[in-house]
């Protein structure tokens, strides 16, 4: 194989971080739905769809360097949140977790010198500047809407207009 071990380790590790994201967004689109809002329910399952197609760029990736794809164990996800913006503020929360693992795992590349699976990364990094400025951008809209019902309802009318996830 291309890589080492020990990337393989941390390549499938990530594999199960995004499936876990995946996963995570779907359980907030069922609090959404449970909750009655629509529209943020159906922007959770975009990401979730969204969060399967990152996973599958790391599966993809494992198998064409010749390395062993590794499913581990999922976490379960957490069930309810306090409010929609809490769910939102852990979606954000969860993103800036997701910017370190994949810092952390392009610094193993650059240390291995691993310069396929260096490349292979920069999309991650691109992909990530554009994750936390979308969450964080729909936490500062819940700010603006405060304890407003109508404007609750119009936030959740603005998500559900969210287009479809384009495949890798
Ligand atoms: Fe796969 Fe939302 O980062």
């Given amino acids: 194989m291309m890589i080492s071990k020990k990337m393989q380790d941390a390549l499938n590790s990530q594999l199960n971080k995004e499936l876990f994201s995946s996963y995570l967004y779907l359980a907030m689109a069922a609090y959404f739905e449970e909750e009655n809002l629509t529209g943020m329910a159906r922007w959770m399952k975009l990401q979730s769809d969204e969060e399967h197609v990152h996973a ?11 390395a062993r794809v590794k499913l581990e164990k999922l976490e379960k996800p957490q069930e309810k949140w306090e409010s929609p913006q809490s769910a939102f503020e852990a979606a954000l929360e969860h993103e800036k977790f997701i910017t370190k693992s994949i810092n952390e795992l392009l ?10 699976t ?6 991650f990094v691109d992909e ?18 405060g304890e407003s019902k109508s404007g609750l309802f ?10 479809s ?3 890798a």
Avoid at 118 to 123: A, D, G, I, M
Avoid at 128 to 145: D, G, H, M, P, R
């Fill in 118 to 123: 260096s490349t292979f990364l920069h999309w």
């Fill in 56 to 66: 599958m760029k790391f599966y993809d990736f494992i198998i064409r360097v010749g």
């Fill in 154 to 163: 119009m936030l959740d009318r603005e998500l559900g207009r969210r287009g």
């Fill in 128 to 145: 990530q500047v554009e994750e936390e400025a979308t969450a964080a951008e729909i936490v500062e809209n819940f700010k603006l809407v």
């Fill in 107 to 116: 610094d193993l590349a650059v240390v291995e010198k691993d310069h396929a």
């Fill in 165 to 167: 996830v384009p495949q």
